[in-house]
Structures are given as structure tokens and as C-alpha cells.
């Protein structure tokens, strides 16, 4: 049987979360695993009143085939977004709609990834990233990231004596170690790679969801010409629209378009016109505002639990926004180890070792704030160091 599969599929390594989500569908087991926004903020009311408008106003044009590029009015919006929180200068034509942006990693590694090319990866980095860009078989150059952001002593040298098509970064509380780049940092980044071919793959999935300290540079300043960013509505509205989108310079954007059109045609015209109503009569701001405020209280009740809990020895990242922290356990403690016990006292993580796509390091661990609430968050970290000081 196995030889009916494509080389391409079979090199893909399987989502190892997938698998422990089974877990969590007990509901007596506290889960720091998902990646999941919290459902209670969902928009529901202002959702279902949005579709109804949609089905009062133009239906019959919604329910017609779509432009490749996405919703027009819906671009303007983003581009509108980007000017306001950021003063970034990006033009609707430079915005391509897609089914969330998973999809804009699918579509940029068929636009510009041959086999072999070489990928620079954060380590630890996104799954999701490494599945879909796995499909076109390049080869990953890992670079590690630190609390204050990438290694640039390491970066420097692999692009030096590599080739890199492409680098990967999340660079807002980055998806699993919740660490954000500094200004610095991203000044560091933008310098080595100046004057190269490489190009920067900013994913921002989070960046809205900043709970302390002020908003960083984006690299879309710092390299223009050669950063293609990736934004999505995922978890600041709701994820199962699957709406998010690419920024992409216009050579980029024509190839883009051919891949977009090739693989689905466009993204879901109807989804996209209860979006755009939703957010043309509801207030965004406020709507983050009120998230912001309820995962900057989790995260900051995970923390206090930490210092009162783990042993000193475990060192965890002070995430600034977004969902995730991450936790290093002494090296000899292995959290695959921890995650069997863990389960057994019913709580669940993530360990480290997906998350690198060679040397993992054994002793990591990813903690979602995002989905508990703060009491249950207390009950859990409070049953994780009991496991960890049983294995230490
Ligand atoms: C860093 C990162 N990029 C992309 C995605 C995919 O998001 P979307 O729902 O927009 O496809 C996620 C989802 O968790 C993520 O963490």
C-alpha cells in the first residue's frame, strides 16, 4: 500500500497534537495542549446578525463565483488595519484573501519552493509551518530563538554559507514559545539579511493580542521589498471561517494568484461577506480589547502559579501577547517522560519535540493561557509541578 503514496506526503511528519487533542476530550483533564482561541469570545449574536444582513442585501452575488484576490471590500479593510495599528502602507492589490493563513504557507511554498531549497526555521518553530512547507521538500536551516529573539550570530553564519530562499519567523509572542523579537533583534535580523535574495516570511497571527509593552517594528518596514507577511482573522474574530490573507510584493502576487487560482479558485465568497458586515457593524477594537484583557489575566495567573510551584530549575518565557508560553525543564527531564505522568494526574501539554525539525530538545515544553480559566490554570500548573518534582 505505502507505495501508492507521493514522496511528498510521505516525508510530511504527522500533527503529535492532533493526537494529544484526543486526550482533551475528556472534560476532567485541565489542557494547556490546544492552540485554540477561547469560544467564549466569539461573536455569536454579532455573527448571526451579520449573515442574516448578507442574506437581506446582495445574496445572489455572494452566492456567485468570487475574484481569486478575495473580497474587495474586505481587502480595503485589512489594508485600512495595517495603516492604522501599524502605519504600514499596503495596497489592496498586494492582499490576497485566503482560507486562513495556513493556506498563504500552502500557497507561498508552491509559488516558491523547489525541491531542496533551503528554508531557514526558528527552533523551536510552528508546526504548521513545518508540515506545510514540508510538502515541497526543502531544506530546513534551523536558527534558534531566545527570549529576546532570533540568534543572530547563528543567523549571520547560515546565511553566509548557505543559500536560503526563504526564512520563517513569528515574531510577535511566536507560536510555541510565546518570546517576541526586540526592536533590537529585528534591527539585527533586518542586517544580515539586507542585500540578500532571502526572503522574510513574517507570520502574525497574534501581533493584535498584545497584553504588556508597546507594539515592535514590523520587518515589512525594516525590508519592504522583501517580506511577505501573513495575517489572519483566526484569533481576533473566529477560526472556523478560515479567513486569513498574504501581503506580498506584486511580482510575488501575480505567481501567487496562478497558485491560489490552481488549488481552490477563491476562498469562500459567502464567509467573506458575513465577515466584512460583521466588521463594518461591530467594533474590532473593542472586540480585542475584551480578549486581550481576559488572556493577559490567564497568562499572568499561569505565571504566578509557575514562581509558586515549579522548581526554581525550570526556566519559562514571559510572553508579552498571544497564547503560549514555553518551558525548559532541567536537561536531564525528559517532558515526554512528564507528559505520561501528567496525563495520568489528568493535565496535558505539549512537549517540545515536534516543534524542532532535527536535535530536539527533550526537556521543552509548550503551555496554551489561552482556553482555561484562572482557577482551573491554578489547579493545573499546581498538578505539573507535582509531576515534575517527582521526576527531578
Ligand atoms: C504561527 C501560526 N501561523 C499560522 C497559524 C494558522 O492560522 P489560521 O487559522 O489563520 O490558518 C497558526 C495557528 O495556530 C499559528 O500559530
Redesign the pocket.
Known amino acids: 500500500m505505502d507505495s501508492i503514496f507521493s514522496d511528498r506526503i510521505t516525508d510530511v511528519p504527522r500533527s503529535f497534537i492532533r493526537e494529544i487533542l484526543k486526550v482533551t476530550l475528556d472534560p476532567s483533564v485541565i489542557s494547556f495542549a490546544g ?1 485554540l482561541p477561547n469560544r467564549n469570545f466569539f461573536p455569536v449574536d454579532e455573527l448571526k446578525e451579520a449573515t442574516a444582513n448578507v442574506f437581506e442585501s446582495n445574496c445572489r452575488d455572494t452566492f456567485q463565483y468570487g475574484k481569486s484576490e478575495g473580497y474587495q471590500e474586505l481587502r480595503e479593510f485589512i489594508s485600512r488595519r495595517y495603516r492604522e495599528k501599524q502605519n504600514l502602507d499596503i495596497p489592496v492589490d498586494d492582499i490576497l484573501i485566503t482560507n ?3 493556506q498563504g504557507l500552502d500557497l507561498l511554498g508552491k509559488t516558491l519552493l523547489n525541491e531542496g531549497d533551503e528554508v531557514i526555521i526558528e527552533e523551536p518553530g ?1 508546526l ?2 513545518i508540515q506545510a512547507l514540508s510538502i515541497y521538500r526543502p531544506t530546513f536551516l534551523p536558527v534558534g530563538v531566545y527570549d529576546d529573539g532570533m540568534d543572530l550570530q547563528k543567523l549571520a553564519q547560515v546565511v553566509e554559507s548557505n543559500k536560503p530562499k526563504l526564512m520563517y519567523t ?1 515574531p510577535n509572542y511566536q ?1 510555541p514559545s510565546g518570546i517576541s523579537y526586540t526592536e533590537e533583534n529585528r534591527r539585527g535580523v533586518a542586517d544580515i539579511l539586507a542585500g540578500s535574495k532571502t526572503v522574510l516570511l513574517e ?1 502574525d ?1 497574534y501581533g493584535e493580542l498584545r497584553f504588556t509593552g508597546e507594539r515592535k517594528i514590523s520587518f515589512k518596514k525594516l525590508l519592504p521589498d522583501n517580506t511577505i507577511l ?1 495575517g ?1 482573522f ?1 484569533k481576533i474574530v473566529v ?1 472556523g471561517f ?1 479567513l ?1 490573507w498574504v501581503v506580498a510584493p506584486s511580482p510575488i502576487m501575480k505567481k501567487l494568484i496562478i497558485a491560489k487560482q490552481a488549488t481552490d479558485l477563491h476562498t469562500t465568497h459567502f464567509t467573506q461577506s458575513i465577515l466584512y458586515q460583521y466588521l463594518t457593524n461591530n467594533d474590532l477594537d473593542k472586540h480585542v480589547n475584551t480578549i486581550i484583557e481576559a488572556y493577559g489575566n490567564q497568562c499572568r495567573a499561569m505565571l504566578k502559579s509557575i514562581e509558586q510551584f515549579f522548581p526554581k530549575t525550570v526556566h519559562c518565557t514571559r510572553p508579552e501577547g498571544g497564547m503560549f508560553l514555553w518551558a525548559q525543564l532541567p536537561e536531564n527531564v525528559s517532558s515526554l517522560e512528564l507528559f505520561e505522568m501528567a496525563v495520568k494526574d489528568k493535565v496535558v501539554f505539549v512537549p517540545g519535540r515536534p516543534f524542532y525539525v532535527n536535535n530536539a530538545a527533550t526537556n521543552t515544553l509548550r503551555l496554551n493561557f489561552s482556553c482555561a480559566d484562572e482557577e482551573m490554570i491554578k489547579i493545573g500548573i499546581e498538578r505539573l509541578a507535582t509531576a515534575i518534582n517527582e521526576l527531578i
Open positions: 492552540g486562513g493563513s495556513q510552528y504548521g509551518a513569528v507560536n507570520d497571527p501573513l489572519s483566526s477560526p478560515r486569513g
